[in-house]
Structures are given as structure tokens and as C-alpha cells.
């Protein structure tokens, strides 16, 4: 059974960095994570392959956010880096392509302007 538990999320200023990570149980998949900012609906950020030798980003994370996982640990890690009030959101993991019933509480990331 696919299990997935994020944490890390923040309040943090603008320019700030936060370092979210995925415990996933069940089974080594691609992963990727996902936000939904206020009114909009929810996008891709960040994407890796089951070896976490191959990464892609949305455009809005490039050379500013970075997805890596510790098979070993059962972990996916996103560490942000200059964050921008626009990157406020609840953020997701979930395996890529997305998997509905998978989708877990998420962690909320604030960033202050």
C-alpha cells in the first residue's frame, strides 16, 4: 500500500530557503512535487526519475529549487531556495504522472513578502 507524508513546510521570508520532504512507503517510484498556490489549481514543480539520477523542473523552480531522494530512506527531498512571495502554496509529493488516490495532506510553505 503506496503511502505518502510530506512535512517540512514554513513560514519564511522572501529570499529564504525551506527543505520539504516525502516519506514514501509501498514502492520505488518517479516522484515529483506538486503546489496549489491560493485560487489556482495545482501544478508540477519538480520531477525525478526511480534512481535519482535524472530531475526536471517547472520554470518557475529552475536553478532555484532542487528535488533529490534517498531510496534508503524512503525519501524525496525539495529544497527551495530564494523563495519569492509566489512560491506560497500547499506543497504535494505524489508519484509522476500523479496518482489520485495517493494525494496527502500536504505541507503548507508561506512565504512573506
Known amino acids: 500500500q503506496v503511502q505518502l507524508v510530506e512535512s517540512g513546510g514554513g513560514l519564511v521570508q522572501a529570499g529564504g530557503s525551506l527543505r520539504l520532504s516525502c516519506l514514501v512507503s509501498?514502492?520505488?517510484?518517479?516522484m515529483a512535487w506538486y503546489r496549489r498556490a491560493p485560487g489556482k489549481e495545482r501544478e508540477f514543480v519538480a520531477g525525478?526519475?526511480?534512481?535519482?539520477?535524472?530531475?526536471y523542473y517547472a520554470d518557475s523552480a529552475k536553478g532555484r529549487f532542487t528535488i533529490s531522494r534517498d531510496n534508503a530512506k524512503n525519501t524525496v527531498v525539495l529544497q527551495m531556495s530564494n523563495l519569492k512571495s509566489e512560491d506560497t502554496a500547499i506543497y504535494y509529493c505524489?508519484?509522476?504522472?500523479?496518482?489520485?488516490?495517493?494525494w496527502g495532506q500536504g505541507t503548507q510553505v508561506t512565504v512573506s513578502s
Open positions: 505524489n508519484t509522476n504522472p500523479p496518482v489520485p488516490r495517493y
Open positions: 509501498g514502492g520505488i517510484f518517479h
Open positions: 525525478i526519475n526511480r534512481s535519482g539520477d535524472s530531475s
